[in-house]
C-alpha cells in the first residue's frame, strides 16, 4: 500500500496551484505589448492625455472592448487545441461581448425609465469571460474533433474541418451570449464591489498579507495579469488609471529587500544582492529577489510591510497606473502611470522600499551570529564537495550529481527525485539546454543568457541554450534548470529530462559544474 507522506501532499498543492496560476497568465502575458499599445493610446488621446486628439482617441474604446478580449480568447484557445483552438474561442468570446452589452443597454433603459436622473451603468469588458471561453470552446472542440477522428471519407477532411469547427464556434457563441455573459456581469459586478468597499472602508493594504507571501512562491504572474489585471483594465476604463496595477508590480518591496542583504547580508547572498538589486528594480524580473525570501522566510513579514505601505501611499494620493507595468521595472512603472499621479506613484515605491529595507535589516541582523555558524558549516561542505568535482571520482561526469539536487527548501519527494536525475546525467547526452520558469520571459532568459555566455567563455559549441514556460517544456529538452519552486512541475512535464535546480538565475555555482559537465562529455577537458 503506497502512502503519501504530507511534505508529498504540500507540494502536490502548490505544484497544482502554480500551475492554475501559470496558465492564467499565460492567456494574459503574450498579449501584454497589446496592452501597452491600449496604454499609449490611452495616455496621448483621451481628453485628459498629454495630446488630446479625438479622432484618435477613438481607438482606445474599441481596442480594450472587442482587441483585447478577443486576443486573450484566441491565445487561451490556442494553447489548448493551437489554431483551430485559438478561433473558436474568439468566436465563442464574440458571443460573450455581445451578450454583455444587450445586458448593460437593457438594463441602463429600464434604469432610465425609472428614474432619468440615474447614472448609467458602464460597459463590462469581456476579460474574465475570454478566459473562461477560449479554453472551454477550444477543450470541447479538442474532444468532438476525437469522436470522428479517422472516420471521414478521403477527400471531404478538409469539409468536415471547417463545418464543424463553424458550427461549435456558433454553438459556443449562443452559449457565451446567455449563461456566460449574465455570468461574468455578475462576477464582475461583485468583484468590483468588494475592490470599491476595500477602498472606501481603508483596507485595500490588508490585500498585501496574500499578495506578498504569494509571490515568493512563484505565483505573481497568475496573481498580476490572471487576477488583477482583468480587474484594473476595466477601472482604467472607466476612471483612467487604477490602483490595482501596482498591488503587484510595485519593485519597491523587492529592492528594499535586496538592499538589506547588500548592506546586512552574509557570504554568496551579500555578494549577490547589487547585481539582483539592479535587474529586480530596473529589468523588472521580480523573480530574482524570491529566494532571498525564501532562503529567511521570516522576510516575507518585512516584505507585507512594505506592500502594505506603497499601497496605503497610492490610496492617500488617488495614485494609479493606466496599464499593467509589465516587466515590473520602475521604467515601465513610470511610462505607464497616470498623469496626475507621479507624485503618489514614485512616494509608493521609495516608502515601500525603506520600509522592506529597514524591517529586513532589523531581521538580518537579529539571526547574524546564527547566519554567520550555519554559512562556515556550508562552506565546508562546498570544499568538499568542490574536491569531488575535480575529478577525484572515477566517473567523469559524478560532479553534476550533487547538483541536480534540490535544496532544502523543497520537499522531501521532490529532493529524492533530483537526487535520481542527478545519476541520469551520466546516461544522457546534454545538447539542448532549456531554463524554464512560470512565463518563459523574464527569469529564464537572463538565466539562459547567463549560462550562454559561460558557454561562449570556455569554447564549448553544439549545445543550444533556450528559454521556456514550464508549460511549454518538450521532450527535446536534454537539460532542464529551474529556480527550486518551480523543479517538480517541470520534471512533472519533462520526466525524462535531466532536471537542475537552482536557488538564483542570475549567478549560480551549477552553471559552471553544467559547462564543466558538457566539457569533459565532448572530450574537451
Given at each position: 500500500?503506497?502512502?503519501?507522506?504530507?511534505?508529498?501532499?504540500?507540494?502536490?498543492?502548490?505544484?497544482?496551484?502554480?500551475?492554475?496560476?501559470?496558465?492564467?497568465?499565460?492567456?494574459?502575458?503574450?498579449?501584454?505589448?497589446?496592452?501597452?499599445?491600449?496604454?499609449?493610446?490611452?495616455?496621448?488621446?483621451?481628453?485628459?492625455?498629454?495630446?488630446?486628439?479625438?479622432?484618435?482617441?477613438?481607438?482606445?474604446?474599441?481596442?480594450?472592448?472587442?482587441?483585447?478580449?478577443?486576443?486573450?480568447?484566441?491565445?487561451?484557445?490556442?494553447?489548448?487545441?493551437?489554431?483551430?483552438?485559438?478561433?473558436?474561442?474568439?468566436?465563442?468570446?464574440?458571443?460573450?461581448?455581445?451578450?454583455?452589452?444587450?445586458?448593460?443597454?437593457?438594463?441602463?433603459?429600464?434604469?432610465?425609465?425609472?428614474?432619468?436622473?440615474?447614472?448609467?451603468?458602464?460597459?463590462?469588458?469581456?476579460?474574465?469571460?475570454?478566459?473562461?471561453?477560449?479554453?472551454?470552446?477550444?477543450?470541447?472542440?479538442?474532444?468532438?474533433?476525437?469522436?470522428?477522428?479517422?472516420?471521414?471519407?478521403?477527400?471531404?477532411?478538409?469539409?468536415?474541418?471547417?463545418?464543424?469547427?463553424?458550427?461549435?464556434?456558433?454553438?459556443?457563441?449562443?452559449?457565451?451570449?446567455?449563461?456566460?455573459?449574465?455570468?461574468?456581469?455578475?462576477?464582475?459586478?461583485?468583484?468590483?464591489?468588494?475592490?470599491?468597499?476595500?477602498?472606501?472602508?481603508?483596507?485595500?493594504?490588508?490585500?498585501?498579507?496574500?499578495?506578498?507571501?504569494?509571490?515568493?512562491?512563484?505565483?505573481?504572474?497568475?496573481?498580476?495579469?490572471?487576477?488583477?489585471?482583468?480587474?484594473?483594465?476595466?477601472?482604467?476604463?472607466?476612471?483612467?488609471?487604477?490602483?490595482?496595477?501596482?498591488?503587484?508590480?510595485?519593485?519597491?518591496?523587492?529592492?528594499?529587500?535586496?538592499?538589506?542583504?547588500?548592506?546586512?547580508g552574509i557570504g554568496a547572498a551579500r555578494a549577490s544582492a547589487p547585481g539582483a538589486a539592479v535587474i529586480q528594480f530596473l529589468g523588472g524580473i521580480h523573480e530574482v529577489y524570491f529566494p532571498y525570501a525564501l532562503m529567511k522566510p521570516t522576510l516575507i513579514l518585512a516584505l507585507i510591510a512594505g506592500g502594505m505601505t506603497g499601497v496605503t501611499t497610492n490610496m492617500l494620493f488617488g495614485a494609479g497606473l493606466r496599464a499593467p507595468a509589465a516587466p515590473g521595472s520602475i521604467i515601465a512603472v513610470l511610462l505607464q502611470t497616470a498623469n496626475d499621479s507621479f507624485l503618489g506613484v514614485i512616494l509608493s515605491v521609495i516608502l515601500s522600499a525603506a520600509v522592506t529595507f529597514v524591517v529586513a535589516s532589523i531581521i538580518l541582523r537579529a539571526s547574524r551570529k546564527r547566519d554567520l555558524a550555519a554559512e562556515g558549516d556550508s562552506f565546508s561542505a562546498a570544499v568538499a564537495q568542490t574536491e569531488a568535482n575535480k575529478g577525484k571520482k572515477s566517473d567523469a561526469l559524478s560532479g553534476l550529481r550533487g547538483s541536480a539536487t534540490a535544496p532544502a527548501a523543497t520537499n522531501d519527494a521532490a529532493a529524492a527525485a533530483s537526487t535520481s536525475a542527478g545519476t541520469a546525467v551520466a546516461e544522457r547526452e546534454i545538447s539542448n539546454v532549456v531554463f524554464a520558469c512560470d512565463a518563459g520571459m523574464g527569469s529564464s532568459a537572463m538565466g539562459a543568457s547567463v549560462l550562454r555566455n559561460k558557454f561562449k567563455k570556455a569554447g564549448v559549441e553544439g549545445v543550444t541554450v533556450t528559454n521556456k514556460a514550464i508549460a511549454n517544456l518538450d521532450p527535446s529538452a536534454d537539460l532542464v534548470i529551474t529556480q527550486a519552486q518551480l523543479t517538480d512541475r517541470a520534471r512533472g512535464v519533462t520526466p525524462d529530462s535531466v532536471h537542475v535546480s537552482v536557488d538564483n538565475f542570475m549567478n549560480s555555482p551549477k552553471y559552471d559544474e553544467v559547462v564543466e559537465m558538457v566539457r569533459r562529455q565532448r572530450g574537451d577537458a
Open positions: 500500500m503506497t502512502t503519501t507522506s504530507p511534505a508529498q501532499t504540500r507540494g502536490g498543492t502548490r505544484v497544482a496551484v502554480q500551475r492554475f496560476g501559470t496558465f492564467l497568465s499565460g492567456m494574459i502575458m503574450p498579449n501584454i505589448p497589446a496592452l501597452i499599445a491600449w496604454g499609449i493610446f490611452t495616455a496621448f488621446f483621451i481628453d485628459v492625455g498629454w495630446t488630446p486628439n479625438a479622432d484618435l482617441a477613438t481607438i482606445v474604446g474599441p481596442f480594450i472592448h472587442y482587441l483585447l478580449p478577443l486576443i486573450i480568447a484566441y491565445t487561451g484557445g490556442y494553447m489548448i487545441y493551437k489554431q483551430r483552438g485559438g478561433v473558436v474561442g474568439s468566436i465563442a468570446t464574440m458571443g460573450a461581448i455581445a451578450g454583455s452589452d444587450l445586458i448593460v443597454k437593457n438594463f441602463n433603459d429600464a434604469l432610465l425609465a425609472a428614474n432619468p436622473d440615474a447614472s448609467e451603468l458602464g460597459q463590462v469588458h469581456m476579460f474574465i469571460g475570454a478566459m473562461i471561453l477560449g479554453p472551454l470552446a477550444a477543450w470541447t472542440m479538442k474532444k468532438l474533433d476525437a469522436l470522428w477522428e479517422g472516420k471521414i471519407r478521403a477527400g471531404f477532411e478538409m469539409l468536415v474541418n471547417m463545418f464543424s469547427a463553424g458550427i461549435w464556434g456558433f454553438i459556443m457563441a449562443v452559449v457565451g451570449f446567455y449563461p456566460i455573459a449574465w455570468l461574468v456581469n455578475g462576477l464582475m459586478t461583485i468583484l468590483s464591489n468588494a475592490v470599491n468597499f476595500l477602498v472606501e472602508t481603508n483596507l485595500l493594504p490588508l490585500t498585501s498579507i496574500l499578495i506578498e507571501p504569494a509571490k515568493v512562491f512563484f505565483l505573481n504572474n497568475a496573481i498580476n495579469h490572471g487576477v488583477l489585471t482583468p480587474l484594473g483594465i476595466t477601472e482604467s476604463a472607466e476612471e483612467g488609471k487604477s490602483i490595482l496595477f501596482l498591488l503587484e508590480a510595485n519593485p519597491g518591496p523587492g529592492l528594499g529587500l535586496l538592499l538589506a542583504f547588500t548592506f546586512f
